[in-house]
């Protein structure tokens, strides 16, 4: 009787434990077999949109699909072509506001390897597709890439990495570290139709082949990214527009990483109005770490970053703020693909493994995003080489 008594209190406590475990539900994936490079996004309507590329022979197909009652919607092709820069960690991506959308590919510019545009294509409703235009205008066969965009206003905000004074005339193409100048970090506001409202140069000096990211904050854009001194420090700026001016570049935090080539590890940023919060991989001190630190003043000033790893990291970092005070960030530890909360008093939840990848690059950047009382993860599955999708129910965090 006595041991009956111990094995239900036992069956009980597992019982409770399970309930506590968030519940990992699998998704059907719109992308078919010979897909990657997906990019996971709700828009201001709290729709979630996925796009990937498909391969098939040497074509690339660029195609997206809504989530709609945790189904996806029949896929529909953005733009194809055979001519594409495609890269494991400078991915496609698209922004929709209301009924206008953007998106951007990289087409190829001339012979050299790292000879690349930003191409963009337009549409409203998302069904027809205009003929690609170019966001960088410099002429140069160089490198341009790493683009976020948001929806602003009426139009959209873009910023991106612009190799326009990495190459000198005649030597286009085929450098890419040690080459001639400085990568530069750009942003432009662009309308539907492919109008250029504004351009600037916000870094004459950064990172080479880290992703950028921005959010819009009560205040305007601020975009954060991998900077670059010339000692060869490369950790993340911040730079915000105050009153129609750039601020200058300013740490978000000085980890001091010295390294002499491009990590090729960017950072993400989520915001709600004022409340910004900004995940990053760093390896300074020969020390491999995620970090997750918050801004209340729109990206003034930030707290002490919090180390949010478990002592395997390789970054690839994602983050979601889910209210004032937490964020669910996504990171890999090793071949895993792991996530918990984080709360701005620096409280950590338990780590929870949403998937088991790869750690080659083929595996890619996993993505995240919220909607609702929802978290929806992405990923390629570098061994079927197709994309995953996955949930989370917020509440059972």
């Given at each position: 009787m006595k041991n009956i008594f111990l094995f239900s209190i036992l069956l009980s406590a597992c019982t409770l434990a399970n309930e506590s475990t968030p519940v990992i539900k699998s998704l059907e994936s719109p992308a078919q077999v010979s897909s990657a490079e997906p990019f996971l996004f709700t828009d201001i309507n709290d729709q979630v949109f996925l796009s990937w590329i498909e391969k098939e022979d040497t074509i690339n197909h660029f195609r997206f699909s809504r989530l709609e009652n945790d189904r996806w919607t029949e896929p529909t092709t953005i733009a194809s072509g055979s001519s594409w820069f495609v890269n494991w960690a400078d991915y496609p991506m698209m922004a929709v506001n209301n009924q206008n959308y953007l998106a951007h590919y990289l087409a190829r510019s001339g012979t050299g390897t790292y000879a690349y545009d930003v191409a963009m294509v337009s549409s409203l409703k998302g069904d027809e597709w205009s003929k690609p235009f170019l966001l960088n205008t410099d002429n140069r066969e160089a490198e341009h890439?790493?683009?976020?965009?948001?929806?602003?206003?009426?139009?959209?905000?873009?910023?991106?990495?612009?190799?326009?004074?990495?190459?000198?005339?005649?030597?286009?193409?085929?450098?890419?570290?040690?080459?001639?100048?400085?990568m530069s970090l750009r942003a432009a506001v662009i309308d539907v139709n492919g109008?250029?409202?504004?351009?600037?140069?916000?870094?004459?000096?950064?990172?080479?082949?880290?992703?950028?990211?921005?959010?819009?904050?009560?205040?305007?854009?601020?975009?954060?990214?991998?900077?670059?001194?010339?000692?060869?420090?490369?950790?993340?700026?911040?730079?915000?527009?105050?009153?129609?001016?750039?601020?200058?570049?300013?740490?978000?935090?000085?980890?001091?990483?010295?390294?002499?080539?491009?990590?090729?590890?960017?950072?993400?940023?989520?915001?709600?109005?004022?409340?910004?919060?900004?995940?990053?991989?760093?390896a300074a001190n020969d020390t491999a770490r995620v970090n997750v630190s918050f801004s209340s003043n729109g990206g003034e000033s930030f707290s002490k970053p919090v180390r949010i790893d478990e002592g395997e990291t390789i970054g690839r970092v994602d983050i979601a703020l889910l209210d004032g005070d937490r964020a669910m960030v996504s990171w890999m530890e090793g071949s895993k693909i792991n996530a918990r909360i984080v709360n701005k008093d620096g409280k950590l939840g338990n780590p929870i493994e949403v998937a088991n990848s790869s750690s080659a690059r083929s595996s890619g950047f996993p993505q995240m995003t919220k909607t609702g009382e929802k978290l929806i993860f992405a990923w390629t599955n570098d061994q079927e080489k197709n994309i995953k999708i996955s949930s989370i129910s917020i509440s059972k965090l």
């Open positions: 890439g790493f683009v976020t965009i948001l929806p602003y206003g009426d139009n959209f905000f873009v910023t991106w990495l612009d190799g326009r004074n990495t190459v000198m005339e005649g030597m286009e193409g085929d450098h890419h570290d040690g080459h001639q100048g400085a109008n250029r409202l504004n351009e600037w140069e916000l870094d004459n000096k950064t990172c080479d082949c880290c992703q950028t990211t921005a959010v819009i904050t009560s205040n305007g854009p601020v975009v954060v990214y991998r900077d670059r001194s010339d000692d060869e420090i490369r950790d993340m700026s911040i730079v915000r527009l105050v009153n129609n001016e750039w601020t200058k570049p300013t740490p978000v935090y000085k980890d001091q990483w010295k390294i002499a080539g491009c990590p090729v590890n960017g950072p993400r940023i989520s915001g709600i109005k004022n409340s910004l919060v900004v995940a990053w991989f760093s």
